[in-house]
């Protein structure tokens, strides 16, 4: 199995291309909550600045990692080990090195050129993040912007957008920790563009780890638990973990395109079975909750917005 591999120019081409795509998009979101779209429309050159400066900011972070709890963790596991006494995996934390570029943060200013290639990239990724939700908009049969429009409670609010820039250094021992442990995401509509060499992402699909190969200049789209709400649970949020690597260095920059912390968030398609079963909530209180449990299972999660009933 592989995750599906979609030319999205194809959208505006002939009647029959253009059918064909949105039959796989669909085909993508209910089957799989995971595929990867090549020819998106975000130019190469960008792709490849992105590239550079995000490996470039790494080196500037990467002697702070090697102090980092994960690798002093590991490393007092192996010296455990090393005197006889049993390792077990660590469960509760993640070899990675991460930082969040949102609209009002503030982002690192070196290299000088970060700054202006992530808000070009930011730019472009917002659009296609909208290209993407029209396409959902339309295979479910709702109106153009009715997805956007839940994430911004019908234009009074912004939805929030925020990109997470990780590298997955070379791990050691990828027997005891993890890359990121296994969880669906809270939010929306989520680009990625990760590293064109170094694997380690998975998606569960029908009970079978998937490897997301690595693909060069593509953009892998997943939609996370908003997502699922939203379309009654036609289109689920999938698990999706990474693996840690024994060699290589491996980048991921992913952006994140979810409701507004203020958005009233309830399903808006009919549901098929187990429609119903979806609450009514404010993603900000979604949030709340998922940053207490974002590596448990995601019904519990629903349960604990659900609004209780009066009378
Ligand atoms: O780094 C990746 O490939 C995945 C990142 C991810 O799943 C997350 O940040 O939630």
Redesign the pocket.
């Known amino acids: 199995m592989v995750v599906p591999v979609i030319d999205f120019s194809k959208i505006d081409g002939t009647a029959s291309e253009r059918a064909d795509t949105m039959a796989q998009i669909h085909n993508g979101c209910e089957e799989w909550g995971f595929f990867q779209l090549v020819n998106h429309g975000v130019p190469k050159d960008l792709l490849d600045r992105v590239k550079k400066v995000c490996s470039e900011i790494y080196r500037l972070r990467e002697a702070a990692f090697m102090e980092s709890e994960p690798v002093r963790t590991l490393e007092s596991l192996v010296a455990a080990e090393q005197r006889g006494e049993a390792a077990a995996p660590v469960d509760d934390m993640d070899w990675?090195d991460?930082f969040y570029l949102h609209d009002d943060n503030q982002w690192p200013s070196n290299p000088p050129e970060f700054k202006e290639t992530m808000r070009e990239y930011r730019a472009a990724l917002r659009v296609l993040a909208g290209r993407v939700m029209s396409a959902m908009d339309e295979n479910l049969g709702l109106e153009k912007g009715t997805i956007d429009g839940a994430f911004t409670d019908g234009g009074r609010h912004v939805a929030f957008f925020g990109t997470?820039v990780?590298h997955?250094p070379p791990c050691p021992r990828p027997d005891l920790v993890t890359?990121?442990r296994a969880?669906t995401?809270a939010g929306g509509v989520?680009l990625?563009f990760?590293d064109d060499r170094v694997g380690?992402?998975q998606v569960l699909k029908d009970g079978e780890w998937i490897d997301?190969q690595p693909l060069a200049d593509a953009i892998?789209v997943?939609t996370g638990d908003q997502i699922e709400v939203l379309t009654n649970g036609r289109y689920r949020s999938a698990w999706?973990?990474?693996l840690p690597m024994r060699d290589g260095n491996?980048r991921?920059v992913?952006s994140f395109y979810n409701p507004a912390f203020e958005a009233r968030i309830s399903p808006a398609v009919d549901g098929g079975a187990g429609a119903g079963e979806y609450p009514e909530f404010v993603f900000g209180d979604y949030m709340d909750v998922y940053a207490k449990q974002k590596f448990d299972a995601k019904e519990p999660r629903f349960e604990a917005v659900k609004a209780p009933k009066s009378g």
Do not use: C, F, P, T
Request: net charge positive.
């Open positions: 990675e991460i997470k990780s997955y890359g990121l969880h995401d989520i990625l990760q380690g992402l997301v892998v997943n999706h973990r990474v491996r991921s992913a």
